[in-house]
């Protein structure tokens, strides 16, 4: 609950922002996003094209330790093998006399000792201890400390070559140094040439070697790297951190003569001494590898940072500019909603899309201005039909009693003209009030021009003639009342009655074209100038308020009830008169007022 809680205030958030708050966070997301992906790529790569050129490097170094000291190794093994057959030093082990030949053997292992510049001190000792010397000055332990110094340091050794015939062994410490200085110190069996496998004393060396010395010098150059020279089990011989030495290291994870593998984050190289039980493993870190490097890759995290929040900055401020047109048109639409429906927007200085929006609003304004007065027209219209029906309805029972009675008793009198005048009278009279309806039948509408013709020739006599068809099919269609009546009422009042008493004739006829319902009022009466019908027919849907029912009065209530593609036609006709169209549509479902009231 609490999650969904929190999405929906989230939701609510956002959908309280402007678009262009919105669209700068989307961006700005994107954007920070993207950026993020580039630089935790070019991290990533970077880092590992640094690694790999630091890897090659430990490789190149690593290799480089390797190579000197199997080259100090086979040295140390090329002395210890060429004193172990010398005859005086074989001479000397086996001489019966505790310093029988003494000198010669003396000679010898002081020209090895002058020969080695790093060696601290040459030394050999009789298989039963007796015998024994040494040369050089890295000690201070007497003869019969130094035998029993030996034979502890000794028993501690390990191997020293894999492929040697004789056995030797190697320890590295400060057992016997006067400053506590680590130095290598080699063991080598002499065994008798003339005996086989016959022990008859020890060689041994101490010496400086270089290269073991150089790790431990090492030891406060560089924390985050450490090299180890270790024994084939994981013993470390000599170490950059000294509190490693003699330790043993877990080298489970070393496969081959050579590799690396990555553990606990940092970087291993290894590279094993190629005839000895002995290996160079470098350990570094990846902070160690990128060190040097660190400070560009902070420089450019720095730069892309800045060069993020100037696009951000940039791309804000033209989302702002963008949206700024967007945030009047919002301005311009809240103000219509209030209803000052006179509201426009600037239609200068746009760009296209926006111009399009612009000029399509103002339009669209000014069309609803448009229809708001067509609406006001029409009701102005409805109002005033309904007021005149109500003043037809005044006691319409009164009149059609009255009117009755004038029939009837004509009737009895025997006159027959002013019966059916009468009677023709109070249709009429129907058909104008007709239950207060605005829209009625076409046949209704033809009945009710009958009963106004024929109250017209008996007003007029024989000067008026005029001739009615049949709606047939189309009698059903819905039409405004009093659509006719007009049109026949001008085509009498200033067309025929103009003649000065002379014959006149009004045709109306029903017909089709396509889907529309045609009907034609033609008078031969004195007619219109052309120039007059063009007039007529321009401005014929114009709307005159003191006009009453007239003939634009009609057609804008065909317009109206059925669209401006409906409506009133003038033309000249053959007789000279004049012929009026109307149309309106042959399917249509329009009702009056009164009866989708009644609905």
């Not at 320890?171 to 008859?200: D, E, H």
């Not at 570094?284 to 490097?293: G, Q, V």
């Not at 929040?309 to 919002?330: C, D, F, Q, R, T």
């Amino acid at each position: 609950m609490k999650r969904e809680s929190l999405r929906e205030r989230i939701k609510t958030l956002y959908h309280s922002w402007k678009f262009d708050k919105k669209m700068c966070v989307f961006f700005s997301v994107a954007i920070i996003l993207s950026m993020t992906l580039i630089m935790s790529l070019s991290l990533f790569f970077s880092v590992r094209s640094i690694i790999s050129s630091s890897q090659r490097l430990v490789e190149e170094k690593v290799g480089t330790m390797v190579h000197n000291t199997e080259y100090n190794f086979e040295q140390y093994q090329g002395i210890l093998w060429t004193l172990m057959v010398d005859s005086d030093v074989q001479e000397y082990l086996q001489s019966e006399e505790v310093y029988g030949h003494y000198a010669p053997m003396q000679k010898t292992l002081e020209n090895a000792y002058i020969m080695w510049e790093n060696m601290n001190f040459i030394g050999i000792i009789s298989e039963d201890g007796k015998k024994k010397y040494i040369k050089g000055s890295a000690t201070n332990n007497s003869e019969v400390g130094i035998q029993n110094q030996l034979m502890e340091d000794m028993n501690t050794s390990l191997r020293f070559s894999r492929k040697s015939t004789s056995m030797k062994t190697m320890t590295y410490n400060t057992a016997f140094s006067r400053t506590g200085k680590y130095a290598l110190m080699i063991y080598q069996p002499v065994f008798s040439n003339n005996q086989l496998n016959k022990f008859i004393g020890t060689l041994y060396l101490n010496i400086d070697d270089p290269q073991l010395g150089q790790l431990i010098a090492d030891a406060d150059n560089n924390l985050d790297t450490v090299n180890y020279f270790l024994y084939s089990d994981g013993t470390v011989i000599s170490c950059s951190h000294k509190d490693k030495i003699g330790t043993k290291m877990n080298v489970s994870a070393i496969r081959g003569e050579q590799g690396c593998y990555w553990k606990n984050g940092k970087l291993n190289v290894y590279k094993k001494l190629k005839d000895w039980n002995y290996m160079y493993m470098t350990n570094i870190s990846l902070y160690a590898m990128c060190r040097d490097n660190l400070f560009s890759i902070v420089v450019l995290v720095i730069v892309v940072l800045i060069w993020v929040g100037l696009i951000l900055k940039i791309a804000s401020h033209m989302i702002h500019i963008a949206y700024k047109p967007w945030e009047n048109v919002a301005e311009t639409i809240d103000t219509v909603s209030k209803g000052v429906l006179s509201a426009r927007l600037d239609e200068t200085k746009r760009d296209p899309d926006m111009a399009r929006i612009t000029v399509g609003f103002n339009v669209m304004m000014e069309k609803i201005l448009e229809l708001m007065q067509q609406v006001k027209e029409e009701q102005k219209q409805a109002d005033q039909m309904r007021f005149n029906a109500l003043q037809s309805q005044i006691q319409p029972h009164f009149l059609y009693n009255t009117l009755d009675c004038i029939h009837w008793q004509a009737v009895m009198d025997g006159n027959t003209e002013i019966s059916n005048m009468v009677k023709a009278l109070a249709a009429y009279y129907r058909i104008c009030l007709s239950k207060g309806r605005d829209v009625i039948s076409l046949d209704e509408e033809m009945n009710h021009i009958k009963n106004y013709l024929y109250i017209q020739q008996m007003r007029y006599g024989d000067v008026l003639t005029y001739e009615i068809s049949d709606p047939g099919s189309v009698g059903r269609v819905k039409i405004p009342k009093l659509t006719l009546q007009p049109l026949v009422e001008n085509s009498i009042y200033h067309g025929i009655k103009i003649k000065d008493g002379k014959y006149g004739h009004v045709e109306i006829t029903v017909g089709t074209r396509g889907e529309n319902v045609i009907i034609t009022v033609c008078d031969s009466g004195q007619g219109m100038t052309e120039e007059e019908i063009k007039h007529m027919n321009r401005h014929i849907s114009e709307y005159d308020e003191t006009m009453g029912y007239g003939v634009r009065n009609v057609n804008r209530r065909i317009e109206l009830l059925y669209g401006i593609d409906y409506g009133l036609h003038y033309q000249a006709n053959e007789s000279g008169g004049v012929t009026v169209e109307v149309m309106i549509p042959k399917e249509n479902s329009v009702k009056s007022k009164e009866d989708r009231q009644d609905v």
